[in-house]
Structures are given as C-alpha cells and as structure tokens.
C-alpha cells in the first residue's frame, strides 16, 4: 500500500490497505497497525480532496491510538501526527476553530516529547489564525515557526522555504508590501 502510494496509485494502495485493514481487524495485538492503515488511507483521501473520507479515517486512527500504551514514544509521535494531519483537513475545510484545538494537541505532545515537526504545527496555527482574521497571533507563530526550524535545522533548511511563502502572503495580505518581498526573497 505504501509502495503504490508513493507512485500515485491510490486505488491500488487502498486495495492494499482495505485487504491490510481485513488481516489485522479483531485483532488486540494489531491495534497499531491497524491506526496506522487508517492514518494511510486518510491521507490519500486528504490528497485526493476527500475531506469527509480523510477525516473519518484520521478520527478513526485517533481513537485507536489514545487507547493504546501512551508511554510508547512511537504511538506518541503517531498520535500528534494524526492530530496534525487531521487539524489540516479541517484547515481546508476552513474550520479554523476546530484546526487550531488538533494543532495544539500536536504540538502539545511534540514539544512534551521533544519531537520534530513543532515548526510545522506553528506554521499551520498561524494559517488558521490567518483564517480567523487574527493578524496579531497569525504573525506570532509564523515568527515562531521560522525561529524553531533555523534553530533546529539552520537556516538553509529547505522547509523554511514554505514558511516563508505563506508568511510573506501574510504580509501582502496585510498591505504590508516590502516585508512580504523580503519573505520571498
């Protein structure tokens, strides 16, 4: 299933994974894996615009993940991607609100664990912060996803590419002309 998703071919990889969901469904010891396979198909419903879809299997993988061993730093580091990737498909939906409460159990659980990936979730809070017309905090954790990823990485780090092109929209969309070309540039 992965192996096709990586192609492109999602309908062969959700074959994969429907016939993956079937061998490990009922199955205690495969509780994991089997939020691991929603997680998968809900990620080709989210690139494939399916948002419903997406959703559904993301809070599916959701419920399965608080109820397995929260001292699991893997289950841990699965749980807040899943909240990451679910605050996402609400971002498209544009239900700011509801994002903003999963982006924050994300970084919850990434700052407590110290895991990777906290500059992306500052990233997508200022995105739903822009969506709530909140310019103040929108521009607050755009600055903080650009200090975590140089901090963490540098400032060559090729995803503070992209936070930069979403802040300097930012700052075009605020009028503010000048500051929005240095972010691109």
């Known amino acids: 299933g992965v192996v096709n998703q990586m192609l492109g071919k999602y309908e062969k990889a959700l074959e994969y994974y429907n016939i993956a969901e079937r061998l490990v469904s009922g199955k205690e010891i495969y509780l994991n894996n089997l939020a691991d396979i929603y997680t998968n198909k809900a990620n080709i419903y989210f690139l494939r615009k399916s948002f419903d ?73 200022a995105k739903a912060y822009m969506g709530l017309k909140e310019p103040y905090r929108a521009e607050s954790y755009f600055k903080r996803s650009i200090e975590r990823s140089v901090s963490r990485f540098n400032e060559n780090y ?19 002309f000048d500051e929005a070309l240095d972010a691109h540039n």
């Open 53 to 125: 879809q997406a959703l559904r299997y993301y809070e599916k993988s959701i419920r399965l993940f608080r109820n397995l061993d929260r001292d699991d730093k893997s289950i841990l580091s699965s749980l807040a991607s899943t909240y990451m990737n679910t605050g996402l498909v609400l971002l498209a939906n544009k239900d700011f609100n509801q994002a903003l409460d999963y982006f924050n159990r994300s970084l919850q659980i990434k700052d407590k664990n110290a895991f990777a990936g906290s500059e992306l979730v500052y990233q997508n809070i």
């Open 158 to 176: 090729f995803r503070l590419a992209e936070v930069y092109i979403d802040y300097g929209l930012f700052l075009e969309s605020q009028g503010r």
